[in-house]
């Protein structure tokens, strides 16, 4: 178990090694909302190359999300299905907050040379006029 964990958050562990041109990518979110609903308060680590697994004091295996797995398996139930999506709902990701100095460098970056055409744009969307760039 172990091993599936860090190939599927992209580690290498142990001495297993997945073949070129496969990857397991395609099930890291799927595992991970499985696990999240499987099991309480357990984080899972990775330092030096090693999985290791940090249970909270009140943590461990949640039955009731055992039983979820169990039923779906049963059932044929794909990754891709409504019934998957609600016996291990997706985590709501926060809601970035805008940094403009990060996007001024990410563009300035991309673009060097095109520096004053960016800062007429952006002055002409604030007065409201048309810009030949």
């Not at 073949?19 to 030096?48: N, W």
């Not at 940090?54 to 979820?68: D, P, R, T």
Request: net charge positive.
């Amino acid at each position: 178990m172990y091993e599936l964990i860090a190939f599927t958050n992209g580690k290498k562990c142990g001495k297993h090694k997945i073949e070129e041109g496969y990857s397991l990518k395609q099930f890291s979110a799927p595992l991970k909302r499985i696990l999240a609903v499987a099991l309480d308060d357990v984080k899972f680590t990775f330092k030096d190359g090693k999985p290791g697994v940090k249970v909270g004091e009140n943590g461990g295996l949640n039955l009731e999300g055992l039983e979820k797995v169990s039923m779906l398996a049963a059932s044929n139930c794909g990754l891709r299905s409504t019934a998957f999506d609600e016996a291990f709902p997706k985590p709501e990701k926060p809601v970035k907050e805008f940094d403009a100095t990060a996007w001024a460098e990410r563009n300035l970056k991309a673009q060097p040379d095109q520096l004053e055409a960016m800062i007429a744009a952006l002055q002409a969307q604030r007065t409201g006029l048309k810009v030949a760039a």
